[in-house]
């Protein structure tokens, strides 16, 4: 799991002690309620700091320059985000290869000519033309977009009570020995 916490300066933890302090000093909060305000106001801080990823990945062209003289190489891709860091995905063969489409001359209807198979088909609407295009490719999908904003608001509505929070089979949070109000 990815320490959040990491990167926070020293003075800030200070100034959080000092809040909560302050609260159980000054408000009559008990020790449970101290803990569960700053695990909110902390959660709702990590909340408003993330941002939500784009639908879809942008189509960029291929960083190694082999794919212009050598056609086992795309000429396009996208960039994505593994263990291994940034990489690029190339995308080819997504449709557009072998396939043509044009008008007839005689009756004027659209149609497309798998160059593959050299078969002809008519097509009424431009829904039932194939993908012929990058742009439609599933690789440039993003999965799971907004789900560390998502994340930390369910852990944000846990803490409140003191539970557990998971995210896709994933534990997020756990709260353990903090006396319930009335224990």
């Not at 926070?8 to 159980?24: C, F, G, I, N, S």
């Not at 008519?122 to 295009?133: A, E, K, N, W």
Request: with cysteine; aromatic share 10%.
């Amino acid at each position: 799991m990815i320490d959040v916490f990491a990167n926070v300066k020293e003075e800030d933890w200070q100034a959080l002690a000092a809040a909560m302090a302050r609260a159980r000093d000054e408000f009559g909060k008990t020790d449970r309620d101290v803990i569960e305000w700053t695990g909110i106001k902390i959660c709702q801080s990590l909340s408003a700091s993330t941002r939500v990823a784009p639908e879809l990945r942008k189509i960029v062209r291929n960083p190694d320059e082999r794919h212009k003289t050598d056609r086992r190489f795309a000429p396009f891709g996208v960039f994505m985000y593994g263990k291994q860091g940034k990489y690029f995905k190339p995308i080819y063969r997504t449709g557009e290869f072998g396939r043509v489409r044009f008008v007839d001359k005689k009756t004027f209807e659209i149609k497309y000519l798998n160059k593959l198979t050299g078969t002809v088909h008519r097509v009424d609407t431009y829904d039932q033309v194939p993908g012929l295009s990058i742009k439609t490719d599933k690789r440039r999908v993003i999965g799971r977009r907004g789900l560390a904003k998502k994340s930390w608001q369910m852990v944000q509505k846990r803490v409140k009570h003191g539970g557990s929070a998971y995210v896709m089979d994933v534990q997020m949070w756990q709260a353990r020995n903090i006396p319930h109000h009335g224990a």
